[in-house]
């Protein structure tokens, strides 16, 4: 799979609208992106996937460039409860496993 | 939909015990489960595949004969940790995806098991 990059770590503040950027520049083309998040002590939850159309969901947005080789997870409007470590990965599906790299701890202020 | 079961959600016991953690699609058939690991400040690490009637495939340097996988049914992986010692103390975590639809859906995880080898 493809390896992506991430912030560390990001601020954004209650009720704005958190902008989470990744950068997969060796992605193939029939890779997709997978965006989950980990609140503490808990499994990751999916949040969104994409191939190259940006998609929309009740949880947030997933807009990827035209080359594909970065994309952006956009939390509409965020609450405290979005606190958590977002992981963006690029996978192929099928039967593979997922590689998980270090994610953006986002912090939301009050 | 979607959910993925994992039991016990905390275990903890003396060395050289082994553990059983379940692994169930409540939901969804999974041909395909996968076993996870998490060390305390670190990002999850595939540990092995597991494959509904088949041996599961594991990552290297992960041992299988400790690390017992067994899928008997489209919704149940069982991960046994045999004889485990204090380094293998870790938050465990399971994932499934559903074989009734494309091969691009999503994992789903399960809320882990956090293992303390005393």
């Known amino acids: 799979d493809a390896k992506t990059t991430q912030p560390p770590s990001m601020d954004c503040a209650e009720g704005r609208a958190a902008n989470l950027p990744c950068n997969h520049s060796?992605?193939?083309?029939?890779?997709?992106v997978y965006w989950y998040r980990q609140i503490h002590s808990q499994g990751p939850q999916y949040i969104i996937h994409?191939?190259?159309n940006n998609e929309t969901n009740e949880m947030a947005s997933l807009i990827i460039t035209e080359d594909r080789k970065s994309s952006t997870l956009i939390l509409p409007h965020a609450t405290l409860r979005d606190t958590a470590v977002y992981y963006c990965?690029?996978?192929?599906?099928?039967?593979?496993?997922?590689?998980f790299g270090k994610g953006t701890h986002l912090i939301i202020q009050p | 939909g979607a959910v993925v079961s994992q039991h016990p959600s905390w275990v903890i016991c003396k060395s050289g015990t082994s553990v059983k953690i379940e692994c169930r699609s409540l939901?969804?058939?999974?041909?395909?489960m996968f076993w996870y690991r998490q060390f305390p400040k670190q990002s999850l690490m595939l540990m092995a595949t597991?494959?509904?009637?088949?041996?599961?495939?594991?990552e290297q340097g992960v041992e299988k004969d400790k690390f017992l996988i067994n899928h008997a049914s489209l919704t149940l992986s069982t991960l046994t940790v045999t004889s485990a010692h204090p380094e293998d103390s870790s938050f465990y975590i399971c994932?499934?995806?559903?074989?009734?639809?494309?091969?691009?859906?999503?994992?789903?995880f399960g809320d882990g098991t956090r293992l303390s080898i005393l």
């Open positions: 994932s499934a995806r559903d074989s009734g639809t494309g091969p691009n859906q999503p994992q789903h």
């Open positions: 597991s494959n509904e009637g088949s041996k599961a495939t594991y």
């Open positions: 990965i690029v996978s192929g599906g099928g039967a593979d496993g997922l590689t």
């Open positions: 060796t992605i193939s083309g029939n890779e997709y």
């Open positions: 939901d969804f058939q999974a041909t395909t």
């Open positions: 994409g191939l190259k």
